[in-house]
């Protein structure tokens, strides 16, 4: 049996979206009979906690990590020999953890800077590595990247903070020769749809370029479209799958923070509703996105359909995807056959498989 450290919380915006997550994963694993679960909530600030203070975490119904003052202990990475707890008294054991499943959403755990700590401490984990997560979490870098493959995408521009500072009114005028209306304003790094505003005509640009550029130094305005959005999870190392499709129908204008996680109103169709042709295109389209980015383990890929003409085009992938067990990656799979606690297994077995590139030792 496998021992499977959970990390949760992190110092990003979807730090409470991380903790539901964990919730969701820790419960499955509780039933499974390849893996043992080992918790390792991290606070706002960035501390790893004691497995039992989260544990303690996790079985209860707190939305944040926060330390206990009663418990000292720490965990940390020991670069070519995994994990360690520190004690309050400066002593330290090694923690005992074969795969590490990294459930920390957005800044600091998406985006290859857990990645390489976890390189650093040579243990495997689950998802894609060091450059895959930081180019999919980098709208400005991806996009590039999916038009060199040919890879269908919205129009879009790049901006960023110190353009508008110095000439906001050169951005705008730059969107509008560029861009028809309406167009979304977006952090270039981000997720949960924090920051995404959308701008239905001019007077709008002003409150959306500023209300993104909160969430980050450089943004991406893109051509909206009357759309349908379409999702596909993605599982695999060097040969991935695609799952069924899956189709989310938002509960406001468009699928905002609040319509993935507070009104609950959002409705997930499964499966969605296309024509076979159609939909085997999408999903193709999702395994050469998922290449392009260079992944393994496991990614979720967003498309938006023209309600119209049915063009496609391929939105963005997530390479650390919402994880409880009615998020759309799970139920995707469950609907094609993969259930809830048989897929984190899965992704636990692509984790050890997965060829990091790890160079050779001196001695050979």
Known sequence: ???????????????????????????????????????LAVTADGRWLSPETSRRILDGDAGRVVADPEDAARISIVPGAGFARVNDDGTGEPLEIDVLFPLIHGWGGEDGRLQGGLELAGVPYVGAGVTGSAVAMDKVFSRRLFEERGLPVCDWIAADRIELQRDRDAVVARIKKQLDFPVFVKPANGGSSLGVVKATREGDLERALATAARFDRRLVVERGHDVREIECAVLGNEVPEASVLGEIVPSNDFYDFDAKYVDAASELIIPAALPPALAERIRTLACEAYRTLDLVGFARVDFFVGRENEEVWLNEVNTLPGFTSISMFPKLWDASGLPYTRLIERLVDLAVEADRGVPPTPEE
């Open 1 to 39: 049996m496998r021992r499977v450290g959970l990390l949760f919380g992190g110092r990003s915006v979807e730090h409470e979206v991380s903790v539901v997550s964990a919730r969701g994963v820790a419960a499955a694993m509780a039933g499974s009979a390849e893996t043992t679960c080992v918790p």
